[in-house]
Nanobody, 119 residues
Framework: QVQLVESGGGLVQAGGSLRLSCAASGRTFSAYSMGWFRQTPGQEREFVARMLWSTGSTAYADSVKGRFTISRDNTKNTVYLQMNSLKPEDTAVYYC????????????WGQGTQVTVSS
């Protein structure tokens, strides 16, 4: 079973930066992709960014392109989300996921970390 541990959330002023980390562990864990979603109260969880593990290919939501960067450390099964030029509308709980196959049914989720951007 995959376990994901997130860290790095917090409170920051608009225009500031934060870096989120997500470390995956598990005896048989092998990543197909890892990435991030976010959720605000009363809203559905929305896609933020993802990386395909085999190629390093990345994808981003339009709302974060040019401001957020997803990266990884293969040796640690860890994915990072560098968030720059943060805006109040980026305020949300950020959830890391790890997917072990092409099926979204294989996704495991982290516990979530709060990011609050003040204006």
């Amino acid at each position: 079973q995959v376990q994901l541990v997130e860290s790095g959330g917090g409170l920051v002023q608009a225009g500031g930066s934060l870096r989120l980390s997500c470390a995956a562990s598990g005896r048989t864990f092998s990543a197909y992709s890892m990435g991030w979603f976010r959720q605000t109260p009363g809203q559905e969880r929305e896609f933020v960014a993802r990386m395909l593990w085999s190629t390093g290919s990345t994808a981003y939501a339009d709302s974060v392109k040019g401001r957020f960067t997803i990266s990884r450390d293969n040796t640690k099964n860890t994915v990072y989300l560098q968030m720059n030029s943060l805006k109040p509308e980026d305020t949300a709980v950020y959830y890391c996921y790890a997917q072990q196959s092409g099926s979204v049914l294989s996704r495991a989720w982290g516990q979530g970390t709060q990011v609050t951007v003040s204006s």
